[in-house]
């Protein structure tokens, strides 16, 4: 989880569109990025669905992986049949 924060931290200006700054002082309700662009107030929402829906995607990814291998692991061995002795 650490390494999905870091990379959604870092490619958080590539999910929506920042609003570049103009010189003047942002009000407390921006976003500020650290190349001097900001998302505004309004970009706090669908931001936040963006990266729930790639942590989602990637935990339902890895619960997929663990049941799968699970099921491969815990699978016993084909016996050959075996006949009963009349």
């Not at 590539?14 to 103009?22: K, Q």
């Not at 942002?26 to 976003?31: D, H, K, S």
């Not at 799968?68 to 699978?75: E, F």
């Given at each position: 989880m650490i390494v999905l924060n870091r990379y959604v931290e870092k490619y958080r200006e590539?999910?929506?569109?920042?609003?570049?700054?103009?010189g003047r002082e942002?009000?407390?309700?921006?976003?500020q990025m650290g190349d001097g662009t900001?998302?505004?107030q309004s970009h706090f929402w669908p931001l936040h669905l963006v990266?729930?829906?790639i942590v989602l995607t990637v935990t339902a990814l890895a619960t997929a992986?663990?049941?799968?291998?699970?099921?491969?692991?815990?699978?016993p061995a084909r016996?050959?049949?075996q006949e009963?002795?009349?």
């Open positions: 590539e999910y929506w569109p920042t609003v570049a700054g103009d942002l009000p407390a309700t921006v976003w900001y998302h505004p990266e729930t829906g992986a663990a049941f799968l291998l699970l099921a491969r692991r815990t699978v016996t050959p049949r009963s002795p009349e």
